[in-house]
């Protein structure tokens, strides 16, 4: 099976390239590899989720802490294989141009972000991390102008920008952190952390954090994402919204027991989300755009994710995980359904919107359903998670955080339910639904956001997993340090 | 015999079913949901009685630490409201079959399905989670029914939703409060344990049951979150407004009852005033608040529904000032007056519905006379008014009559006098809406169009009818089943059918009926035995043989309806200029500036973000040497 | 009857204290008799309702006052139920003339409902001082209380309590200076405009009733009740005489501030009555 | 000589962080970006150097004494991935400066940009 974990970042490498070869044939043939190979993903990733749950590669041979492995543990493989799942949905369904359906530029540079992204999640190594993420980023830069317009490219420069200077930070933290560790293995990390001085250790874990931090949109480092959310290509969007968002949850998640033996940064962390959380949603509460509305509603979200994990103990975990997956299927449903609205109505403010749900009322169910899920809404996945946070915000008697989740959750819920009721309303004109098959890949969003809403006692095992892997370092640490020791 | 789980289930299953297939086919719709009310008030009726009636359902959800299995209790306090809620859907179905023909959103049969299921969900679940999980569905099921697709009702049942959210804000807030301390969500178990916490640290107890309070308060209209009534009930579609005054907003005074009475009568350790625990007297003073704001903002209201909304938040506020006070009498009477409130302003909305049917004007100021014209509404409205200012001998005046009789079994005068202006003025109002509505000069379009509504619709308020005359002169058809409802606030007296007892006297309102009858009937004796009468069109007598046409003018002009309680109005002038509604308002204007000057930070060219950015830096970088 | 009495003797003592001779006292009952008789127009059979309806909630409210301690039945004479079967009168009332059609009579009920909302409150709080002091809603036993010659008396106990009580029956009867809701010269007769004939007469029995019961209810409250129905109805007769007397030389006042008023001075006369009740 | 080589290099960072933060010019904030880059990769490399250690390059000498006072190598090949990184950073962002200029013929990021988003 160890092969499996390593295909999961080299096959997309290598559809990548061989999509260059078919750069003359015709789009299905594009798709059909990248189709192919994120559902091998998705359902490999899956497969070794249900059957054994850890599993760790060395890659070159070399003993873990000294080189690059992967480890596909019970946490992250739920996340591989929900970023495959939507990486799925895209490039068999949404497609990377808006317009035209996959080209081989695109869809080779789509390629190389998902195996970024699966790097990233899969890597154990801090510097691997870095590098994966910048990959990343590369291939989002482009992707992102590949939206034509003048804001795409606003939005890209912004954020190649800010990536640049987040992604230097987080690099001479890592140097900081190697310098004085000696390590770059997170395993090592976890258990050597302690030796660094109080001092020096905020210093690089500071600096590490903002790498992190702008992955998951948090204040001062989401300036970009308004205009590239608005710039980016539909499939792109998901892609920001849905696996780069997620990708920076996860990470923060798993650096979980290194951040909690630094209650000073913990202190600092807490009103900086605060703070994201609450910049990014009254932007919401007045933006007319949907896209970027959508993108300010991913910044709370993951500010939200954030101060789940800042609570901490299990309950603060289990909630971070939970927001951070219903947060990604609830987002790339709404950037479907957005994608197939603007092509039906040719217009991207959502208050053109009105009397859609007459024109496409499955559109309107699936909107309002991811919307609600969003805001925390029960009988939808999102209120297991908001649930769960403001218990864990409670028990660890975050008082004052609490409060202002939940006037923040009021206003989510007002601006989200808005737009639903806009579409709602009666019009008179009366406009073509365009691109409907946009609308399956969300309706099997909704399926599972609906069927966990329901019942979340079918999944709550494999996060409970994922919780247990998150929460104590020692199991982590066992893992990774003890394979061929 | 069908769990609750399955009646639940099956709301829900019906809700998609209308939802998705027979969107096209309301009348159908109709039909579904009305068979699904009377088999549920079946299904309820087998229930009545089987007290330790107890159900899980296999599915199991863990929150936290606390791994539970969903699961229903029959409690007579759940069965009363539940029932209630079956039965009016069930009556208020027949008037809404009529409804369907006209211009009607389609999506009211689904999202009523909804709220159906949430609240069997909320008045027969074991634990808090499905509370919860009924209480916030309610909101945005009833936010699509209020709006029902119009662009213009959107801003009025964003209040509602926006009112919602907020208690179920609290709402989970607290019941996180109260799992973290007890380690269970039951709501049984926590209740005795919530007692215990109030006795020893009372402190501890105090901000959750602030919390939940407030929640439920919100949704039963409490000053200062009343202004969603009028607006919800405005906007609201004209067949489901008696379902929101009647049942919606009982569903706080449910939670009140439920969770908040209990432990405040039992286990309340902190101050007292007068006799009564600080908190309890907070709250009983801000329903009589609630009720006398309630009543002088309806005396200049033109709105027909919105006066009936500020009327029933008046209610609210009684029953809330009745439940607080925390005796048997006035848990027995607040509850009565639920009930009663239930039924009879169901019937009033019913009858404004009918004659939205007919005229499709909600504005009182265009109306008036219709009462020649629709006699039976006429007659229903009327009784509907009598029941709803509290006058004998109607069902209104019992449960009034048992209130009063509370507050002064437990001396609270100055609540008393409160209660009489907010009772007096309720009648003026509704006198308000009778003339302007019903009697005085019919429009001309009015005279030529409108006539009574189809039979179908007819049905429910000939039921009303009955049932509001009924109860009035025997409240023991109602009190007697009560009975096992009122063991559980610990008073066991049995009922007789037709005499009350109160704290400072007894009402036999049988015997207080038949001479009511007697004097009609000595009245009419006097009346038909004299002099003969003969008929003349309205305008011959006081228009002196003029013909009005000439002067120009028309019967419209001659219904005196705007204004009518200018001098009042004008007393209260400085209360109604500072009104809470303007404090809303103003609160979400500047939300929205801020939320533009944050769109800048972002959009602009963002050196303000640098700044912070900057900020960040310097944060990172002095940690280094502190 | 007796109602019908107390007006014609009122309308004599109001025409001297005008320095008139007035009508004789049966001249009430001739009236009521002649317009019984007379063939009226109506114009919608809800008149007829209203003004029945009316004409039976003031009988039966008048049944359930205790007239020298004796009542038809034992209701005890209950307070809340008195005033509120006296409302659906009102309401009955109120009820036919709006569907006359005539704007003066609406106009005319908007100010009795206006003064109805004003005079309650001070007379709900005399009744909460009766009734905390008794421990009973029940008029026969707040009668009973003051039995025992004069001095014990209510009216002697509370003098404050009984000066509001009388401002407050003024208004309950609509004499000067709380008869808005009639006002002749403005409104022709408000509520009466349109009335002709039986329904007339019906409405004059009405005034009969409602004063005959309030006079009651004043004096099973201030004047100990009456050892038999004489010394009752006498002791009615004078609260009566008292309210024409102020009837005859007072001016009117504007509906607002006539409410006002009632608010102010009769609602503070009872709370210092009560806080000299209460602290004693 | 330590205290000095990290001095500098977090002093050039700092330069490069302010050359992003005060400048508008898109070319002058990528150079600026490229200073920091160069300013941190200075600053790993430094951190695997050491005056009396060899070059981490196994010949045949095994006996030597400083067989294990070699140069920390890790940093070196991190340097080299980061610069190889910063390389195709800078001419994506080159790429795309040079688009933004075609499109709208400044090199400045204007904030007339949002005002297509609607009214305000």
Same mark, same amino acid.
């Given at each position: 099976m160890n092969t499996y974990l390593t295909l999961l970042i080299i096959l997309p490498v290598f559809a990548a390239f061989l999509m260059y070869f078919f750069r003359?044939?015709?789009?299905w043939i594009n798709i059909a590899i990248m189709s192919f190979v994120t559902l091998f993903g998705t359902v490999s990733s899956l497969v070794m989720l249900f059957s054994q749950g850890s599993e760790v590669v060395a890659l070159g041979g070399w003993k873990p802490p000294y080189g690059i492995v992967l480890v596909g543990d019970r946490l992250s493989l739920i996340f591989v294989a929900l970023i495959y799942l939507i990486t799925y949905l895209i490039a068999q369904?949404?497609?990377?141009e808006r317009t035209k359906v996959n080209d081989h530029k695109s869809g080779a540079l789509f390629m190389l972000l998902t195996a970024a992204a699966a790097g990233m999640i899969l890597t154990g190594d801090l510097f691997n991390f870095f590098v994966f993420m910048e990959l990343a980023a590369i291939s989002s830069y482009v992707l992102i102008a590949k939206g034509g317009c003048r804001s795409s490219y606003t939005g890209a420069l912004k954020y190649i920008f800010t990536g640049g200077l987040a992604s230097m930070l987080m690099l001479l933290g890592i140097g900081i952190l190697y310098n004085t560790t000696?390590?770059?293995n997170i395993a090592h990390l976890m258990l050597r952390i302690?030796?660094?001085g109080d001092s020096l250790r905020w210093l690089a874990l500071g600096l590490v954090l903002c790498g992190i931090l702008l992955k998951m949109e948090v204040f001062p480092f989401n300036l970009w994402v308004p205009e590239s959310y608005k710039g980016a290509p539909a499939g792109m969007k998901i892609v920001l919204g849905s696996i780069l968002s997620t990708v920076g949850g996860y990470t923060l998640i798993r650096l979980y027991p290194i951040l909690i033996q630094n209650p000073g940064l913990i202190k600092m962390l807490l009103p900086l989300a605060l703070l994201s959380l609450i910049l990014a949603e009254l932007a919401a509460y007045r933006e007319k755009h949907i896209n970027r509305l959508l993108g300010y509603s991913s910044a709370g979200q993951m500010a939200l994710v954030m101060l789940a994990i800042l609570f901490g103990g299990r309950m603060g975990i289990y909630a971070a995980i939970f927001i951070v997956i219903a947060h990604a299927l609830a987002k790339a449903v709404l950037f479907f359904v957005g994608a197939h609205f603007k092509k039906s109505?040719?217009?991207?403010?959502?208050?053109?919107?009105?009397?859609l749900s007459k024109t496409s009322p499955i559109g309107a169910v699936l909107f309002t359903v991811a919307a609600l899920s969003l805001t925390g809404i029960?009988?939808?996945?999102?209120f297991w998670g908001k649930l769960s946070m403001i218990g864990a915000g409670l028990a660890s008697a975050k008082y004052f955080s609490i409060g202002i989740i939940l006037i923040i959750t009021i206003v989510e819920g007002v601006y989200f339910l808005r737009i639903s009721g806009t579409l709602y309303q009666s019009n008179e004109s009366d406009v073509k639904a365009k691109?409907?098959?946009?609308?399956i890949p969300a309706v099997i969003l909704v399926l599972i956001i609906v069927l966990i809403g329901f019942w979340?006692?079918?999944i709550s095992k494999i996060i409970n997993g994922g919780v247990s892997a998150a929460e104590r370092s020692s199991e982590y640490a066992k893992l990774v340090l003890d394979y061929l020791l | 015999m069908i769990s609750i789980g399955t009646m639940i289930i099956l709301a829900v299953v019906l809700a998609l079913i209308t939802r998705v297939?027979?969107?096209?086919h309301k009348l159908l719709s109709w039909v579904l949901f009305s068979a699904y009310t009377a088999f549920s008030v079946f299904v309820l009726l087998k229930l009545?009685?089987?007290?330790?009636y107890f159900e899980t359902m296999n599915l199991s959800y863990l929150v936290g630490r606390i791994n539970m299995r969903p699961g229903f209790m029959n409690k007579p306090l759940g069965w009363f409201f539940s029932f209630f809620v079956m039965a009016m859907s069930f009556l208020n179905s027949f008037f809404s079959m009529g409804f369907?023909?006209?211009?009607?959103?389609?999506?009211i049969v689904p999202h009523w399905l909804m709220i159906l299921a949430a609240s069997l969900t909320v008045f027969f679940t074991k634990d808090w989670l499905l509370f919860i999980i009924g209480w916030e569905t309610l909101g945005w099921a009833s936010f699509f029914i209020i709006m029902g697709g119009k662009q213009k009702k959107y801003k009025d049942s964003m209040s509602y939703y926006f009112f919602s959210l907020v208690s179920g804000m609290l709402l989970i807030a607290a019941v996180w409060m109260i799992g973290i301390k007890f380690r269970t969500l039951n709501i049984h178990t926590t209740t005795r344990s919530m007692i215990i916490l109030a006795k020893n640290t009372p402190w501890q107890a105090f901000p959750i049951l602030l919390m939940l309070t407030l929640s439920f308060l919100i949704k039963s209209g409490?000053?200062? @979150?009343?202004?969603?009534a009028p607006r919800a009930h405005k906007s609201a579609p004209a067949d489901f407004s008696p379902f929101i005054s009647g049942i919606m907003i009982k569903f706080g005074i449910f939670g009140l009852l439920l969770y908040v009475i209990p432990i405040v009568s039992k286990g309340y350790a902190g101050y007292s005033i007068f006799g009564m625990p600080v908190f309890a007297w907070v709250f009983s003073w801000l329903g009589i608040i609630t009720s006398a704001i309630a009543t002088v903002l309806a005396?200049?209201?033109?709105d027909a529904k919105r006066l009936m909304a500020y009327s029933s938040v008046a209610n609210a506020g009684y029953i809330i000032t009745a439940i607080f006070l925390g005796t048997a009498l006035g848990i027995k009477g607040g509850l009565l007056h639920a009930f009663n409130h239930m039924i009879f302003k169901a019937v009033i909305f019913m009858t404004i519905a009918a004659v939205v049917y007919r005229?499709?004007?909600?504005?009182?100021?265009?109306?008036?006379?219709?009462a020649y014209k629709m006699p039976i509404t006429f007659m229903t409205f009327l009784l509907g008014i009598i029941a709803a200012a509290g006058i004998?001998?109607?069902?209104g005046f019992v449960s009034k009559w048992m209130i009063y009789q509370a507050l002064l079994g437990q001396k609270h005068y100055f609540m008393t006098v409160a209660m009489f202006f907010a009772s007096t003025g309720a009648f003026l109002y509704l006198y308000r809406a009778l003339h302007a509505i019903f009697l005085g000069q019919i429009r001309e379009v009015h005279e030529r169009e409108v006539k009574e509504v189809p039979f179908l619709m007819q049905i429910p308020m000939w039921i009303g009818m009955i049932l509001m005359f009924g109860l009035g002169v025997f409240p023991g058809y109602l009190l007697r089943p009560m009975m096992p409802l009122m063991k559980t606030f610990g008073s066991s007296i049995s009922e007789s059918l037709n005499v009350v007892q109160g704290s400072v006297g007894s009402l036999n309102t049988l015997f207080s009926t038949v001479i009511f009858i007697l004097g009609v009937v000595i009245a009419a004796a006097i009346f038909f035995l004299s002099a003969k009468t003969h008929k003349t069109p309205m305008m011959d007598n006081y228009t002196s043989g003029e013909d009005p046409e000439e002067w120009n003018v028309t019967p419209n002009k001659y219904q @005196?309806?705007?204004?009518?309680?200018e001098p009042i109005t004008k007393m209260f002038a400085w209360a109604l200029k500072r009104s809470v509604d303007k404090a809303y308002f103003k609160a979400s204007y500047i939300l929205k500036i801020i939320g533009r000057e944050i769109n800048m930070i972002f959009t602009d060219h963002n050196n303000w973000g640098y700044a912070a950015l900057l900020g960040l830096l310097a944060m990172i970088i002095g940690g280094l040497f502190l | 009857m007796v109602g019908l009495l107390f007006i014609g003797l009122g309308r004599i003592i109001t025409a001297r204290v005008q320095r008139r001779i007035g009508p004789p006292f049966y001249q009430q009952f001739i009236d009521v008799i002649k317009l019984l008789a007379r063939e009226s127009i109506w114009h919608h059979w809800i008149m007829t309702l209203g003004s029945i309806m009316a004409l039976g909630g003031l009988i039966a409210t008048m049944v359930h006052v205790p007239v020298a301690g004796w009542l038809?039945?034992?209701?005890?004479?209950?307070i809340f139920l008195i005033l509120y079967l006296a409302t659906i009168g009102y309401l009955g009332m109120a009820m036919g003339v709006s569907a006359s059609g005539n704007p003066n009579a609406p106009l005319g009920i908007g100010r009795a409902l206006s003064l109805m909302l004003g005079y309650e409150i001070p007379f709900a709080a005399i009744l909460i001082l009766f009734i905390s002091l008794?421990?009973?809603?029940?008029l026969t036993e707040i009668a009973a209380m003051?039995?025992?010659?004069?001095?014990?008396w209510n009216i002697v106990k509370f003098p404050l309590a009984f000066i509001a009580a009388e401002i407050t029956v003024q208004a309950m009867m609509a004499e000067?200076? #709380?008869?808005q809701m009639i006002a002749p010269s403005e409104i022709a007769s408000g509520p009466l405009v349109e009335l002709g004939g039986k329904f007339l007469g019906l409405g004059m029995i009405q005034m009969a009733v409602a004063i005959y019961f309030e006079t009651a209810i004043m004096v099973n409250l #201030?004047?100990?009740?009456?050892?038999n129905i004489f010394t009752f109805t006498l002791k009615q007769f004078g609260v009566y005489t008292i309210a024409i007397l102020i009837n005859s030389v007072m001016p009117r006042y504007k509906i607002e501030n006539a409410v006002r008023y009632l608010w102010t001075v009769p609602l503070a006369l009872i709370i210092i009555q009560m806080l000299i009740v209460f602290l004693r | 000589m330590f205290t000095i080589l990290y001095t500098l290099s977090l002093v050039l960072a700092l330069i490069g962080i302010f050359g992003m933060i005060s400048q508008k010019n898109l070319i002058k904030i990528l150079i600026s970006l490229n200073i920091l880059e160069t300013g941190v990769n200075l600053f790993l490399v430094t951190a695997g150097w050491?005056?009396?250690?060899?070059?981490p390059i196994i010949t045949g000498?095994?006996?030597?004494?400083s067989a294990v006072n070699f140069v920390d190598p890790l940093p070196q090949a991190l340097v080299l991935t980061s610069i190889v990184i910063g390389l195709g950073v800078t001419t994506v962002a080159l790429a795309l400066i040079l688009r933004y200029y075609r499109k709208t013929g400044n090199l400045t990021l204007e904030p007339s940009e949002f005002q297509s988003g609607g009214e305000r």
């Open positions: 003359k044939a015709d789009n369904f949404g497609g990377i000696g390590t770059l302690g030796l660094v109505t040719d217009s991207s403010m959502w208050e053109s919107y009105r009397g029960p009988g939808m996945m999102g691109a409907s098959y946009l609308l979340p006692g079918c | 297939f027979l969107m096209k009545y009685g089987n007290w330790n369907s023909k006209s211009i009607h959103s389609r999506n409490a000053y200062p @979150f009343h202004i969603w005396f200049s209201e033109n005229t499709g004007e909600t504005d009182m100021n265009k109306m008036g006379g219709l004998a001998p109607m069902n @005196f309806s705007y204004g009518f309680y | 038809p039945y034992d209701s005890g004479g209950p008794t421990g009973s809603s029940s003051q039995a025992g010659g004069f001095l014990s000067k200076p #709380f008869d #201030f004047f100990g009740g009456g050892a | 050491s005056a009396e250690a060899n070059v000498k095994l006996g030597l004494p």
